[in-house]
């Protein structure tokens, strides 16, 4: 059984900064990669970073210089700094977790506000 453990959501002003954290954790489970997606009430789930089990990361462009995606001690655990928030960054971010099998696993969820 793979379970999550997503934390760091919360309100924002635009500008600020917060830090969303995921560990995720099961009965023989290698990861080969952890993603942070988003996804907007009305709109299609983005992919907003990823981090391999080398430590190679991706952005997508939206983020590109604001958001830093990173691993703990091992690729079972990921953050992901977000600063210069944005009122259209403002999503429930979704923690995913792909293991060398090619099987995804997704976390809950953590919602993220940006409001003055």
């Given amino acids: 059984q793979v379970q ?11 500008g600020g900064s917060l830090r969303l954290s995921c560990t995720v954790s099961g ?9 942070w997606y988003r996804q907007a009430s009305g709109k299609e789930r983005e992919l907003v970073a990823s981090v391999t089990h080398t430590g190679t990361t991706d952005y997508a462009d939206s983020v590109k210089g604001r958001f830093t995606i ?4 091992n690729i079972n655990t990921v ?8 009122p259209e ?3 429930i ?3 995913m977790a792909h293991e060398f099998s090619g099987r995804n696993y ?3 969820g953590t919602r993220v506000a940006v409001s003055s």
């Fill in 89 to 91: 960054d403002a999503s």
């Fill in 4 to 14: 999550f453990v997503e934390s760091g959501g919360g309100v924002a002003q635009p």
């Fill in 93 to 95: 971010y979704l923690c």
């Fill in 70 to 73: 990173s691993r703990g001690n």
């Fill in 27 to 35: 009965t023989a489970f290698d990861v080969y990669a952890m993603y």
């Fill in 106 to 108: 997704w976390g809950q």
């Fill in 79 to 86: 953050y992901l700094q977000m600063n210069g928030l944005k």
